[in-house]
T-cell receptor, first 110, second 112 residues
């Protein structure tokens, strides 16, 4: 069963529009949630982890344990945000391996 | 800053051949993870090592083996290659497991 679900394969928005990339997970323990980003022809890079509660490049994500969600949000999308975004989960006491969602390709149009 | 290095970046093999992928973690990182990403799919965890010992195992075929050496670099050995092994193989490293994982650029393997 898919542990991390990203329902949108492709999300297309115009520059300046708000963007929300959805991520839902299934895990009964205390997960650690991450968002990784992969720009064209580049390696996977960490964007956010939920325990840091930071805002990186204007992106934020809040862990909602009640809804088992970790949606990624940005109020005003920029063209340079176009990339592949992966939500990932790390289970407690499991050595840190990441379980990835299917990924969402974000396309920001001018 | 030094990043995770993977070699080779591209590899073409024929069915039933063997392949060895190498991963050089960020200096002082003691944990290495291997992931496989098939075309249009999300990365799938294969295996991990902490302090040169296997720490976890995922969906890694028996035809594959891996190890971490004394200098912390890791090698993924793949034998009896099949067409379905064609994928992007990522290596990631971290310090003390469960911390942030830093990914390498990947090795793209094509099996013909």
């Amino acid at each position: 069963a898919q542990r991390v679900t990203q329902p949108e394969k492709l999300l297309s928005v115009f520059k300046g529009a708000p963007v929300e990339l959805k991520c839902n997970y299934s895990y009964s323990g205390s997960p650690e949630l991450f968002w990784y980003v992969q720009y064209s022809r580049q390696r996977l890079q960490l964007l956010l982890r939920h325990i840091s509660r930071e805002s990186i490049k204007g992106f934020t994500a809040d862990l909602n344990k009640g809804e088992t969600s970790f949606h990624l949000k940005k109020p005003f999308a920029q063209e340079e945000d176009s990339a592949m975004y992966y939500c990932a989960l790390s289970e407690e006491n499991q050595g840190g391996k990441l379980i990835f969602g299917q990924g969402t390709e974000l396309s920001v149009k001018p | 800053a030094a990043g995770v290095i993977q070699s080779p970046r591209h590899l073409i093999k024929e069915k039933r051949e063997t392949a060895t992928l190498k991963c050089y973690p960020i200096p002082r990182h003691d944990t290495v993870y291997w992931y496989q990403q098939g075309p249009g799919q999300d990365p799938q965890f294969l295996i991990s090592f902490y302090e040169k010992m296997q720490s976890d195992k995922g969906s890694i075929p028996d035809r594959f083996s891996a190890q971490q050496f004394s200098d912390y670099h890791s090698e993924l050995n793949m034998s009896s290659l099949e067409l379905g092994d064609s994928a992007l193989y990522f290596c990631a490293s971290s310090l003390e497991g469960r911390a942030t994982q830093y990914f390498g650029p990947g090795t793209r393997l094509l099996v013909l």
